[in-house]
C-alpha cells in the first residue's frame, strides 16, 4: 500500500520541537481511569496545541506534525483496564515522531498494540516499516525511536501493554515491532473482534470484569503474534487468576485503613510472601499497589465537583490514609504538586 503525506504536515513536524505542557489549556484529569476528552470543544488556534498535549499525557512523549488549520480534530476515549489501557483514537492527518530513546519508567515501558479502523498508518521502527488499512493490526515500542505518518483522516484501537506481559509469552518480540499482523488468521479474527467489542462496551464493565478482560485481550494479543511460548509455572493463568483475586479483595477494602500485607494475606489464604511474589511480574509490591489505588482514588474525589464540599483530609481519610503527612508526601511525589494545588487547578475558574 502506498502512502502519501500532505506537504504541510511533513513541514509540520520539521518545524516544532517537543511540546512542553505548560500552556493553560483546560483542566483534564491525565490521571483518571476513564478518559473522553476531543479537541471540538476548544478554538481552532489551540486544536493543535491541546491535542499535543493530549497524546503526550496518555501516551508518549513525541514530536507531531499536523496542520493548523479549523478542521483540525482529534478524540480519545480512553479507559484503564487493570494493567492495560485501552483507547479509541480519532484524528486528522498527522506524523508521529519519537527521535531518541527516552529513560524508561514503569508507567511508560509499554508496547502499543494497534488495530486501525478508518484510515491509514504506516509505522517505522527497528528498521523495519509497513503500513495498516482498516482491519488490520499492529504494534511497536513506545519507549523506542518511532515514527508513525497518518496521510487522511484516522481512527484506531490502541492498547497499551506493559512490556514484561509481552516478552515473557512472545519468542522474539523484540523483532515483531511495526510489522503487519494477519487477522485474517482464526485467532486474528478473535482477537479483532474481541478488541473491538471491548472497546465498544469499555465503560461498562466492573473492576473483576475488568481483571479478567485485561489478561484475555494480552492473551489474545500474544497468540495472533505467533511464537507463543508457554509460561512457566511462575506465570501460569493460575498465578494470573490468583494475583487477579487479591486485586479484587484489595480494591473492594481501599477504605478500610488496617489494609496492609497480613489482612490480605489472612483474607485471602496465602503467605505474605508469595502475595509480594505475585506482584513481582508488574515490578510492584502490595503496599505499593495498595498505595497507588488509594492515591487515584483521592485523585477522582479531588477532581469530582459533587465532592467539592468534602476536606481534603476527608477525602485522605475515606480512602485509607491516617497519616496526612505521608498522604500529602505521597500525592505530591506522583502528581507533582500537594493535594490542594491538584483541586484548584484542575478546576476550571
Not at 487493570?82 to 484524528?91: F, I, N, T, Y
Not at 510472601?273 to 495498595?290: A, C, G, P, T, V
Not at 465532592?307 to 508526601?329: E, K, T
Amino acid at each position: 500500500m502506498a502512502i502519501q503525506v500532505e506537504e504541510g504536515v511533513q513541514q509540520g513536524l520539521a518545524n516544532l520541537g517537543n511540546f512542553t505542557a505548560g500552556q493553560r489549556l483546560p483542566a483534564t484529569d491525565w490521571a483518571s481511569e476513564s478518559i473522553d476528552v476531543a479537541t471540538a470543544s476548544h478554538l481552532a488556534s489551540d486544536r493543535v496545541d491541546y491535542w499535543r498535549e493530549m497524546i503526550l499525557r496518555l501516551f508518549a512523549d513525541v514530536e507531531i506534525g499536523a496542520i493548523p488549520n479549523p478542521e483540525f480534530f482529534g478524540k480519545v476515549r480512553s479507559q484503564k483496564c487493570e494493567l492495560l489501557r485501552v483507547s479509541d483514537v480519532s484524528a486528522a492527518a498527522q506524523a508521529v515522531n519519537r527521535r531518541h530513546l527516552q529513560p524508561r519508567d514503569r508507567e511508560e515501558d509499554k508496547y502499543f498494540a494497534v488495530l486501525m479502523l478508518e484510515g491509514s498508518e504506516c509505522l517505522e521502527q527497528d528498521g523495519n516499516r509497513t503500513v495498516i488499512g482498516p482491519g488490520e493490526f499492529a504494534i511497536y515500542d513506545a519507549t523506542r525511536p518511532h515514527h508513525l505518518t497518518f496521510p487522511t483522516d484516522w481512527r484506531q484501537i490502541i492498547v497499551s501493554v506493559p512490556r514484561s506481559s509481552l516478552d515473557q509469552r512472545v519468542v522474539g518480540m523484540e523483532r515483531r515491532t511495526a510489522t503487519r499482523v494477519s487477522t485474517d488468521t482464526p485467532v486474528g479474527r478473535v482477537m479483532r473482534m474481541f478488541l473491538e467489542g471491548l472497546t465498544s462496551q469499555i465503560s461498562q464493565f466492573t473492576p473483576t470484569e475488568m481483571l479478567t478482560l485485561s489478561e484475555s485481550a494480552t492473551s489474545l494479543i500474544a497468540l495472533a503474534l505467533g511464537n507463543v511460548q508457554p509460561l512457566d509455572p511462575e506465570h501460569s493463568r493460575g498465578r494470573a487468576l490468583t494475583l487477579m483475586r487479591v486485586k479484587v479483595f484489595v480494591n473492594d477494602h481501599l477504605s478500610d485503613p488496617a489494609l496492609g500485607t497480613q489482612a490480605v494475606a489472612v483474607a485471602t489464604g496465602l503467605s505474605a510472601r508469595y502475595i509480594n511474589k505475585l506482584f513481582e511480574q508488574e515490578d510492584s509490591s502490595l503496599m505499593r499497589y495498595i498505595l497507588r489505588r488509594r492515591l487515584e482514588r483521592c485523585s477522582a474525589d479531588l477532581l469530582n465537583p459533587a465532592q467539592g464540599r468534602l476536606r481534603i483530609s476527608d477525602i485522605a481519610f475515606r480512602w485509607g490514609f491516617n497519616d496526612l503527612s505521608h498522604f500529602s508526601r505521597a500525592f505530591r511525589e506522583c502528581y507533582g504538586r500537594s493535594p490542594r494545588a491538584w483541586r484548584e487547578e484542575q478546576t476550571p475558574g
